[in-house]
């Protein structure tokens, strides 16, 4: 069980956070501008599935692995450089594409969301710098604490990113008018979060 006091100084915090813009956020806005506001909500579902999972992570102790182990943040980082990149590279292939292009469907954003999230050894990092602040091991199962706190986590985001996301896919029905403009910022997006994740330092 959570303390109360704790939730409460939690909800606001995370909120804050996820308020905060960052890769997740771009990811979305990058979907949306791109395949429209139902792909914008998929990918901001398995961005929230991903950040569940390392909060999992965390409270199991794995996420100790990837705090300690250099070769480990590596490998999942440079996954993740390279993922980006191939949505990049099929941007703008679509770009060069006489005709409309299909959107994305909102299965293939979930994913490409999911994975985006997974691939991004920051975020198991953050989790195991931020959360353990609001566990209380008196309260009960440290794991459940973390259960909980990532479900708030992942919800303010799921919310917050997917109203981006449809923010995004409102000004993308505007440039798709005629024009390559669209997928070319779609790819600066995605490139832009490749470079932005190959670059980070590990601390």
């Not at 990149?85 to 959107?103: F, I, K, M, S, Y």
């Not at 353990?132 to 309260?139: D, L």
């Amino acid at each position: 069980m959570v303390d109360p006091i704790m939730l409460l100084a939690f909800v606001p915090a995370g909120l804050a956070l996820n308020l905060t813009p960052g890769a997740d956020m771009m990811f979305c806005l990058g979907q949306g501008l791109r395949s429209g506001p139902r792909a914008a909500v998929a990918a901001s579902a398995g961005i929230s599935m991903g950040s569940f999972v390392h909060a999992t992570f965390a409270g199991l102790g794995l996420g100790a692995l990837v705090a300690t182990v250099p070769v480990a943040f590596e490998v999942i980082r440079w996954i993740g450089v390279a993922y980006l990149l191939w949505l990049a590279v099929q941007a703008v292939r679509h770009a060069g594409t006489v005709g409309d292009v299909p959107a994305i469907s909102p299965r293939r954003a979930f994913r490409a969301g999911l994975l985006v999230n997974l691939s991004n050894p920051k975020v198991i990092l953050f989790v195991l710098a931020f959360v353990p602040q609001f566990v209380v091991p008196e309260a009960g199962s440290v794991l459940g604490q973390f259960l909980i706190f990532g479900a708030v986590l992942s919800l303010g985001g799921f919310v917050i990113n997917g109203a981006v996301g449809v923010f995004a896919s409102g000004v993308g029905q505007r440039l798709a008018q005629g024009s390559r403009v669209l997928d070319w910022l779609s790819a600066s997006v995605f490139a832009g979060l490749a470079a932005r994740l190959a670059i980070m330092e590990r601390a």
